[in-house]
Structure formats: C-alpha cells, structure tokens
C-alpha cells in the first residue's frame, strides 16, 4: 500500500496548480424525499414486495400507497431521505453548519413537499427546487431488520427536471460558477439525462470539481450508460463494493478493484497530485481509496457498539460528507476516509438518517 501525502487537493483556477483554496460552498442534484423508517424482525414485507435485502428498488404510486398503508398500524419514524439531503445534512453537521449548501430538484406541490422545505432549513440546507403541480413529491419506505436495510422510493416529482425546467432555475450557472464541489447522486440520473450532461458541461467549462455517488446496484440496469457517463466524468466517486461490481460487469471489468483503477488512470478531471479519487466501501469492513495512477489506500471502519447502533439508513450518504470535510480542510486522504468513518459512525447512532444531536468531536 502506498502512504498518503500531504496535499492540498483543492482543484485550483488552472489545473496543474496547487495552491491554498478556501472551501464553503457544496452545491448537489438530487432527489429530495422523505423517509418512513419501520423495523422489523422477519422478511414479510420483503417478500411480498420483491425487495432484495440491502438493496433499492422503486414502486410505483399504487404499490407505494399500499405499502405506506400496510405498514400504517407499525411503529415508525418519519425524517429526511435522499441520498443528496442526507449528504448536505451530514456536511453541514460535521462542518459545524459553516458552510453554504444548496441541493437542486423538483417537488410536488403538497404537504409533503412543506415538510421537506422546513426540516432542510433546520438542518442548514438551502433549497432551488422546482415545484410540479401534476406530480407528488417522492417519498422512500426504509425497511430495516438488524444491520440490513432495504430501501423502496416513490420518486413522483423528483424524478421530472427536463432540461427546459432546469435552465429556468434563476442564475444556475452562476451557483455552479461559485460552488467549489458539485455533488451529484446516482438517483438524479434516471429521466435527468439531458439535464445532468448539461450540469456536467458547466462544471467542465468552470473546472469544479465533481463528487459522483453511485447509489445504487439497480441504476447499473435501469440507466447504465448515463451512469457511466457521470463516473468517468467526475473527479471524486463514492459507493460499495456491490456497486463496483454492478457497474464493473456494465463496463467489462471483472472486479470493483478493476473499474477503481480503470478509473483513476483513464478519466479526464484531476486534483492535483492525487487525479481521480475512487472510494470504495465495504460496510463494517475496512475500505479503499484508490487514487493517482492505481495507488491505494485502506482505512478503517468505526466500530459501533451493539447499544449504539440503531441503522444503516444514509450512512453512506455520511461518510461522503466526512470525507469531503476532510478536503475542505485540506487534510490528507487517510484522514479524509478517517472523517468519512467517523461522521458515517456518528450518524449510525441514529435512527434514520438524523443530524446528531451532539456537535462533532475533532477527529484528528
């Protein structure tokens, strides 16, 4: 393995730069929804629904009113979901809230909607979202059963942003001009393709780095070639092993470790001395970062005690926000991997994916 320099790894004005780069602003596409989150001791719901375990899967309207009703008598809680909220949520709190963020996608015009608007202001989170009248926001139902955690979303409005709808947003291109990373969830992708070559030529034009998160092992058949298209054009590319895997057998590559070093020496975007950053975790097990010309890195998990521990649910979408801390402090790789673990630990205590309710301790 190789050791981790020390660098400053903002991407500055010209590429092959390196220089001091103050970072406060994020600014991410996604899919703003919000999460039912029930508990469960057996497979039933699973079953009936054919949902994979530790898994996404999208239903429809009718199927998702069915669910929400058959699960209506069970104890529940009711937060934020959405891979992009989450992560905006999560920066937020591991930065102390002394950023500015903003995340772009398109709402219903319902309570729903309200809710979400109101629980991201508490969190610190600035909205651009676009209101449709025919469409409901999207909601998710978090199925979770010990350490296993099934995912099912009503997408509804968030999956509607043609590009004629995202080029009405007031001074878009001049938010993406002034935000220093770009994050974009693999969820946007389906529907958005149009919209998301657009963000992405903008991001190219202002050299801004990009934060590609892959979501999920469902968008490697639903959407593979927009995906593909987002990683190979990103700077900073996130998700599980299962997810390598997926997307690997998409692009012809027999491992995740594979498509991880196909990607660090084959894309266009660098960060200075480090290129390409490929993140690959592995759950409770210890995780990877690859970088410059196939280096590697493995860090540790934080181990959680069985007391502590209450889900899964967004502990992906923390670790990212950790680890982008991290470079914004221009800490080193490993210690952007240790934040990444530390902040997706910290929300793990959790039930759903909830900002903590104790501030962060300095991790390094």
Avoid at 115 to 121: D, E, F, G, H, T
Wanted: proline share 3%; net charge negative.
């Amino acid at each position: 393995m190789q050791k981790d320099p020390s660098c400053n790894i903002q991407k500055c004005q010209h590429r092959n730069e390196c220089r001091p780069c103050p970072i406060k602003k994020v600014m991410a596409f996604g899919n703003p929804l919000l999460d039912t989150i029930i508990h469960t001791t057996d497979d039933t719901l699973l079953l009936k629904y054919d949902i994979p375990v530790n898994s996404q899967k999208e239903l429809n309207y009718k199927e998702m009113n069915q669910l929400i009703a058959e699960i209506e008598g069970m104890e529940k809680t009711v937060t934020l979901g959405g891979c992009s909220q989450n992560f905006l949520r999560a920066f937020q709190w591991i930065m102390n809230n002394n950023c500015e963020t903003v995340i772009v996608g398109s709402i219903g015009n319902d309570e729903v909607a309200e809710k979400i608007k109101v629980l991201l202001n508490a969190d610190h989170v600035n909205s651009k979202y676009i209101v449709h009248k025919t469409q409901l926001t999207g909601r998710t139902v978090c199925i979770v059963n010990g350490s296993d955690r099934s995912i099912v979303a009503y997408v509804g409005a968030a999956a509607e942003l043609p590009l004629e709808d995202l080029l009405a947003i007031e001074d878009l291109e001049d938010y993406i001009k002034k935000a220093n990373y770009i994050y974009i969830e693999g969820f946007f992708l389906p529907n958005r393709e149009e919209s998301t070559d657009h963000i992405l030529n903008i991001c190219e034009e202002h050299n801004k780095i990009v934060v590609a998160n892959i979501c999920g092992v469902y968008l490697c058949t639903l959407c593979p070639n927009a995906l593909v298209d987002l990683i190979t054009r990103a700077d900073i590319v996130i998700g599980n092993v299962y997810e390598y895997e997926a997307l690997g057998r998409v692009m012809d590559h027999q491992s995740a470790d594979s498509l991880a070093d196909y990607l660090v020496k084959n894309t266009k975007n660098k960060i200075c001395q480090y290129g390409t950053i490929v993140i690959i975790t592995r759950g409770g097990e210890n995780g990877k970062c690859v970088y410059g010309e196939g280096k590697i890195l493995e860090f540790e998990v934080t181990k959680i005690s069985d007391e502590e521990f209450k889900d899964t649910i967004g502990a992906g979408d923390a670790f990212a926000a950790g680890f982008l801390a991290g470079l914004c402090q221009n800490k080193t790789l490993i210690q952007c991997c240790t934040m990444g673990c530390y902040t997706a630990g910290s929300f793990i205590k959790q039930i759903g994916c909830k900002v903590p309710k104790f501030p962060p301790q300095p991790v390094l």
